[in-house]
Structures are given as structure tokens and as C-alpha cells.
């Protein structure tokens, strides 16, 4: 599962590149969640409407709303508007730090995910590596050219993802279709009036565009969320961070492939970078993924 939510995450950023062309970014977020909150819907009901068990906490409803925002609708709508100004394989890179993000909050808020001394040097080679990816100019606003600004859109949708698979991973038994399902209609409900009160009505997609949405709903959204859910709830947190490995390197090997976009020492410094300190810090779960004692 780590290793087709991987391919499929990397690609995604490409596709998102061409539906870009025939959408606005916050309506192109909003129409592949809506898609696939429909199809999950059909899904779910096959499966009898099952979700938790026992009836939720107060804590629990808005720990459950939070998901939902941060696992599709926010990130969704950063990495739209952000990849209009930043390449698709910069937005991918970016996604590797996802793991990093995580590293730190899985210290403070799931047990026996505690942060060691060579979880921190992993951390540390590896926050060289965003540092690298960001650029001294990441924030700079003045001057008109936002590529900066959507550089800190790329690395906000990462922590967007790291904040719920943590808390994801706290919640009470829970169905994962269910789960999977109610999180995307969370997040339609979010992204619809965001998309309305930013860029008004829908533009009339054509047909090309139509099926790139359409593909984005189905494979990346529907069917890998409920992929994510499966191993976040089962493995944890931190080892669903492993995707991250796989995700940056197919970004930047299908977007200079297929959208013959370059590839500067720079992203490719900090893909390595983040890689090397990912890895590090996540040896022993890489020798569990492997089957070594």
C-alpha cells in the first residue's frame, strides 16, 4: 500500500500541472473531492453506513472535522494555487517533508513514536534539505513574483497532512471506508463555498479537462485516501511517512519526462537531503518494511 500510495502521489502532481490548464486551482481542489466523495458514498453504503462504534466526544467530533479539513480540502486548495507558481516536481519534493513535520508532532502526541538522538539527526540533515527547497527568498512578498508564496503553500499542504495522520491515528475504533467517506465530505463542504466566495461560479471545463478531474477523483483521491486510512490506522503515523521516500523522486522523474519541466542542482540537492535524513530517522522501520530482524 506505502508503495502505490507513493507512484500515485508522485504522478498526481503532474496531472494536476495539465488540469491546471483547463481549471482554477481552488474549483479543480473542490471538483476532485466532491468526485470522489460521491463515489466513496456508493461505497459506503454497500458497506451498511458502518463508521465508529460507540458515539463520539465532543473532542472527538472536532478532532474528526480537523482531519477532514487537513487531509483534503486544505492541502488540495494550497497545492492548486501554489502550483501555479511553482513546478510540479518543486510541489512534490515539498511532500517529503511531510515525514520530518510528523517526526516531531509523533514525540509529543502518539505514544512510543518518541523522537531519539538519531531520529534528531535525520531531522536535522533533513530540515537542511527544506531549507535548501524553500529558498532565502521563500517569504519575500515584495517585488510581485509570488513563486515564493507558493513555495510556503507547497510546504503548508505537508503539514496539513502531517497534523492528520496524527490525529487520525487517535481516534476511537472506526470503520475505514467509513472513515475515508466522511473525511471527503468534510472537506466538500469546505472546499465548495471556499471555491464559490474566491473565484465565483465554475468555468465550463472541456472535455480533456473533464477526464483529468475526473481521474483525479477516482485514483489520488478516492481510492488512495482509502489506502491512507488503512495504514495510518494500522501501521501508524510515522511509518505512513514512508511514502514520502518515493513520492519527490516520481514528481521530479514524470514531470521532466513527460512536462519536460528542468531540473535544477538545487531541487535535486534537496531531494537527496531530505531523503538521506527521512531515512535515517526511520531506519528501523524501513528494516521492518524489509523483513530484517
Excluded at 8 to 14: A, L, N, R
Excluded at 102 to 128: D, K, N, Q
Aim: aromatic share 10%; net charge positive.
Amino acid at each position: 500500500m506505502v508503495a502505490i500510495l507513493a507512484f500515485v502521489w508522485g504522478g498526481t502532481f503532474m496531472v494536476t500541472e495539465v488540469a491546471l490548464r483547463g481549471i482554477t486551482p481552488f474549483w479543480l481542489a473542490a471538483s476532485r473531492i466532491v468526485f470522489a466523495a460521491l463515489i466513496m458514498i456508493a461505497v459506503w453504503g454497500l458497506r451498511g453506513f458502518v463508521l465508529f462504534q460507540a458515539p463520539l466526544s465532543g473532542a472527538q467530533r472536532a478532532a474528526l472535522f480537523t482531519i477532514g479539513a487537513a487531509s483534503s480540502a486544505v492541502p488540495f486548495s494550497l497545492l492548486a494555487w501554489g502550483q501555479q507558481h511553482v513546478t510540479s516536481g518543486f510541489a512534490g519534493v515539498s511532500m517529503a517533508s511531510t515525514a520530518l513535520i510528523m517526526l516531531v508532532l509523533a514525540h509529543f502526541f502518539v505514544p512510543g513514536e518518541r523522537l531519539t538522538l538519531r531520529r534528531s539527526i535525520g531531522f536535522a540533515i533533513g530540515f537542511c534539505g527544506v531549507v535548501v527547497l524553500i529558498g532565502g527568498q521563500a517569504f519575500e512578498t515584495s517585488g510581485g513574483l509570488l513563486e515564493p508564496i507558493g513555495r510556503a503553500a507547497c510546504i503548508g499542504a505537508a503539514f496539513c497532512y502531517s497534523v492528520s495522520s496524527i490525529l487520525m491515528r487517535r481516534l476511537p475504533v472506526v470503520d475505514p471506508i467509513g472513515l475515508a467517506t466522511v473525511l471527503l465530505l468534510i472537506a466538500s463542504s469546505i472546499t465548495v463555498p471556499l471555491a464559490l466566495i474566491t473565484e465565483g461560479l465554475p468555468p465550463l471545463p472541456d472535455k480533456q479537462t473533464l477526464v483529468v478531474l475526473a481521474f483525479l477523483g477516482l485514483i489520488p483521491t478516492a481510492a488512495a485516501n482509502i489506502l491512507r486510512v488503512l495504514v495510518v490506522r494500522s501501521a501508524g503515523p510515522v511509518f505512513m511517512s514512508l511514502v514520502n521516500y518515493q513520492v519527490p523522486v516520481w514528481s521530479v522523474v514524470l514531470g521532466a519526462w513527460i512536462l519536460a519541466e528542468p531540473m535544477p542542482p538545487s531541487l535535486l540537492y534537496a531531494m537527496v537531503l531530505i531523503l538521506v535524513g527521512v531515512g535515517i530517522s526511520q531506519y528501523g522501520a524501513l528494516r521492518r518494511l524489509f523483513g530484517r530482524a
